[in-house]
């Protein structure tokens, strides 16, 4: 289940030899934003499409932080952001009554995302061989309490919050990279995104690509066949596993 | 063995209800940074005085961040620092012939640096009723690559670097709380150092004193006797655990 692209720029040998430190994206490639969305929305309001409302909250992420990247707002929190698209998305499935608790723990659910089922284990042998940590644009506190939540045994996390730009800014990639002071080739971003994968080799660290063909659920799936120009390619974190010798 | 302050400023009952994170200073408080590099240096270097190296090596510490401080000097991380105060070290202890690799690898021994006996087991035992992170002066690769080296099981790794500041800035303490979207006294700052609590605590922190008597070794036993102001004061990580109930 688990291969290499055919347009891998770097051997598996040099790979798996120069690399230190996998940095993992993380909404959508190690949690499961959508079904965790559903399942909590199934339960505190039956009533609601939630399959709907997950995308469409979902869908408010990039223009939000587009307007924090064009300077239009400041620099922002994705707890904010989200906090901000949720109370734009509430008249429209019927939700204006929710008072200010109910929004506040209902914005909390990004910071109760389930793992996919393989990401535990992935990462637990991943984590003998390299240092891992978060590269995600969620802030730091919310990276933290979804660990705690998910069990997942990350080194270190990092944040766009820590480098006050999103994704695919280079500021964030590179950050890694002088955090540990590596090259960018001894990072390898790991991520079920093609955009932000390019963003992290454009800036020249190794890229593995995740299938996660459920992230948008059943009623999207995702075409998740191999492009040219990403290292390596793998069905999940285990597959990712034994693709880097763990 | 453990005991809390005369002086307490709030009730146990107080701090174990409103606590939210355990932010840790690292040096001395959960590693013990005088006996790892006595022992490194005993089996590098033999010749040199190992007690007096690490001791000599720690003492420019303070005076390297004034430095930081003062602006004579930009943002410069920890370990661009330790490799200041190192160069300038070696030609007292006979050490001038090292080359460069051999003074990078020796300048990475505060990436080795081993726990406290007390410290994983308290750890992990705090972990699970609160957020656990480290706030320490040390970069954030330097604590990373600790934590992974002596099995401190973070929540969050968090550091002066984040903030651009070094503690006792108050930018490093209330930066905490504002990661976690808090309030101050639902942090607390547990460290062996009275003038890092004492920060702490001007920014509405809660502050646990933790017994550190041979942090500098046994020629320079350390005085660990409780000091008003300090919430708790604790013999090691499982005398703070017992105290707050884990």
Redesign the interface.
């Given at each position: 289940m688990t291969h290499m692209d055919l347009n891998t720029p770097a051997s598996l040998e040099t790979i798996q030899a120069s690399t230190r430190v996998l940095a993992f994206d993380i909404f959508g490639t190690v949690v499961d934003w959508h079904g965790s969305i559903v399942r909590e929305m199934q339960t505190l309001y039956p009533s609601v499409d939630a399959n709907a409302f997950a995308l469409a909250w979902r869908a408010g992420y990039v223009p939000a932080m587009a307007r924090v990247q064009s300077g239009e707002l400041g620099w922002t929190r994705i707890?904010e952001l989200h906090r901000m698209i949720l109370d734009d998305l509430l008249p429209q499935f019927g939700l204006t009554h929710l008072n200010e608790a109910e929004r506040v723990h209902l914005n909390r659910v990004w910071h109760r995302l389930d793992a996919w089922p393989d990401s535990v284990a992935g990462l637990l042998r991943l984590k003998k061989k390299f240092?891992i940590?978060t590269l995600s644009n969620g802030?730091?506190?919310l990276?933290?309490?979804m660990?705690?939540h998910a069990g997942l045994p990350w080194?270190?996390?990092?944040s766009a919050?820590?480098f006050r730009a999103y994704k695919p800014d280079p500021a964030t990639y590179l950050g890694v990279a002088n955090?540990?002071?590596l090259q960018p080739q001894e990072i390898m971003l790991c991520a079920a995104h093609h955009d932000d994968l390019a963003g992290a080799r454009a800036c020249g660290l190794r890229t593995a690509y995740i299938e996660r063909p459920l992230e948008f659920g059943a009623s999207r799936v995702k075409d998740v066949s191999p492009q040219a120009g990403n290292d390596l390619h793998a069905h999940d974190l285990n597959g990712l596993a034994d693709l880097l010798g763990c």
């Open positions: 707890d240092t940590c802030n730091l506190g990276l933290t309490h660990a705690k080194d270190c996390v990092l919050e820590v955090v540990f002071d």
